[in-house]
């Protein structure tokens, strides 16, 4: 298991932190548990949880993918590309479904994910938060890097977590680099008495706004989900 701070603001300790919570529900799981439904359509927990292991990987490469630079997307704008109902996010789904099918044994994938989330936090603990580095078509410093990866694992542990209410809650410093990451794509403070939870939920479509939020975001309601 990794091992690490969970109050922490430099961006190597918020993807461990986020890191360390989610596997925290994982090295939890059972087989039956991994047929259980998740908060992303279509997605068992099993599904999901080779989702986010893809995405350890991703970083683990992207961690030892030096680029020359210039960055042209930063921990805010690499999610603009990220939106819901997409061709391209339909096929993921049916990507990481089939490939999770393949398990046959859920613990070989769970230890496989938690090998690998490790190795991703080592790697990162060791990279320069300044050196760019490219990852799915951009370049981007190794620091915003790591808060994407913490993003998306914080996110994908509340949706792990839809049908496990005693599993671990999401780390504290993960949820706040999404609130931070949300107020970016919005240009401003959310205007409302969100915690960062719901709005980590509102904020990717996850939970509807009801029509007092929209008339307290006015012209923005329409730009809900942020990213998705």
């Known amino acids: 298991m990794m091992e690490g701070s969970q ?7 918020v993807l461990r932190s986020a890191y360390e919570a989610f596997a925290a529900v994982v090295a939890r799981l059972e087989d039956q548990a991994s047929w259980l439904p998740t908060g992303c359509t279509g997605w ?15 970083g683990l490469v992207a961690l030892h993918t030096p680029s020359s630079g210039p960055a042209d997307r930063d921990a805010v704008t690499y999610w603009q590309d990220w939106k819901p109902d997409t061709v391209g996010a339909a096929n993921g789904r049916r990507w990481a479904r089939v490939n999770a099918s393949m398990f046959l044994d859920f613990h070989q994938l769970r230890e496989l994910y938690l090998e690998t989330a490790a190795a991703t936090v080592t790697a990162a603990a060791l990279a320069d938060p300044e ?11 190794s620091g915003d890097l790591m808060t994407t990866l913490a993003i998306e694992a914080t996110i994908h542990h509340l949706d792990l977590t839809t049908a496990l209410p005693s599993a671990p809650q999401p780390s504290p410093a993960g949820l ?4 931070s990451v949300l107020d970016g794509l919005l240009g401003r403070p959310v205007p409302l008495d969100w ?27 329409a730009r809900f989900p942020l990213f998705g």
């Open 131 to 141: 050196r760019y580095v490219s990852t799915q078509g951009h370049v981007l410093t």
């Open 195 to 221: 915690d960062d939870q719901h709005y980590a939920m509102a904020g990717t479509g996850r939970v509807p706004l009801t029509e007092t939020e929209r008339q307290a975001l006015q012209p923005d309601a």
């Open 44 to 58: 068992a927990v099993r599904d999901l949880v080779f989702h986010c292991l893809a995405d350890a990987q991703r």
């Open 7 to 13: 109050d922490c603001t430099k961006p190597a300790q």
């Open 176 to 179: 706040s680099s999404v609130r």
